[in-house]
């Protein structure tokens, strides 16, 4: 089954430093794949989706995430981290167009 | 913009009750679904549904079980309360498609079975 491993369950930058979360897929056909974000006690938020139209893809908050087929990679990158960017973010992937698939989170600690 | 409501925010059980999470949506959803939340493990997926009169085990289906009379709802049920149910529940729902179509997330059902 197509799955997805985050590498680092956390990861800790200063302030406007770079921000790189990995995520690789497992699958032999490029899959659907998201990034969400989770602020505490909240719900999660689509930060951005590959759906094949374009390898870098642009989502909310200046977070933009490359999807390269020949390392199997979705990774999430912002140039300059916030203190508003401290959250939970989960790389997934959907298998089957049905159900969704999560890795297990990565925790962001911005530093002042 | 309601999205995706689930009651109640908390609850504690007791070993052995039982208790329904409730998940309504209000965009027309056909698929929806329950995951839990454990720390350090991610997101699993306990039941998904592709519409009213259609559910489908997840990841880990056991201990729970779920119906979808409508569009818009879809309860899980927990009939023999265990430690080990005690999470953080997630409903989500998403538009039917080829799989592009991201998922929608309620605030949580935060549960603990003493």
């Known amino acids: 089954a197509q799955s997805v491993t985050q590498l680092g369950s956390h990861v800790s930058v200063s302030e406007g430093a770079l921000v790189l979360l990995r995520c690789n897929y497992s699958?032999?056909?490029?899959?659907?794949l998201f990034w969400y974000v989770q602020y505490p006690n909240q719900g999660l938020q689509l930060l951005l989706k590959?759906?094949?139209?374009?390898?870098l893809v642009k989502g909310i908050n200046g977070f933009e995430a490359e999807f390269k087929k020949s390392e199997t990679s979705f990774h999430l990158t912002k140039p300059s981290a916030h203190m508003s960017d401290a959250a939970e973010y989960f790389c997934?992937?959907?298998?089957?167009?049905?159900?969704?698939?999560f890795g297990a989170g990565t925790r962001l600690t911005v530093k002042p | 913009n309601a999205g995706v409501t689930q009651t109640p925010k908390f609850r504690i059980l007791k070993i052995g009750q039982s208790m329904t999470l409730q998940c309504t949506q209000d965009?027309?959803?056909?698929?929806m679904y329950w995951y839990r939340q454990d720390p350090g493990m991610g997101l699993k997926l306990i039941y998904y549904?592709?519409?009213?009169?259609?559910?489908d085990k997840g990841e880990v289906p056991n201990g729970y079980n779920v119906s979808r009379s409508t569009t818009e709802d879809f309860p899980l049920r927990l009939e023999l309360a265990a430690p080990s149910q005690t999470s953080v529940y997630f409903c989500?729902?998403?538009?039917?498609?080829?799989?592009?179509?991201?998922?929608?997330f309620g605030q949580g059902t935060r549960l603990t079975v003493v």
């Open positions: 997934a992937v959907r298998p089957s167009g049905n159900d969704m698939r």
């Open positions: 699958s032999s056909v490029p899959p659907y």
């Open positions: 590959y759906t094949s139209a374009a390898t």
């Open positions: 965009m027309n959803h056909n698929y």
């Open positions: 549904s592709v519409g009213a009169g259609i559910t």
């Open positions: 989500a729902s998403a538009e039917p498609g080829t799989g592009d179509t991201e998922a929608f």
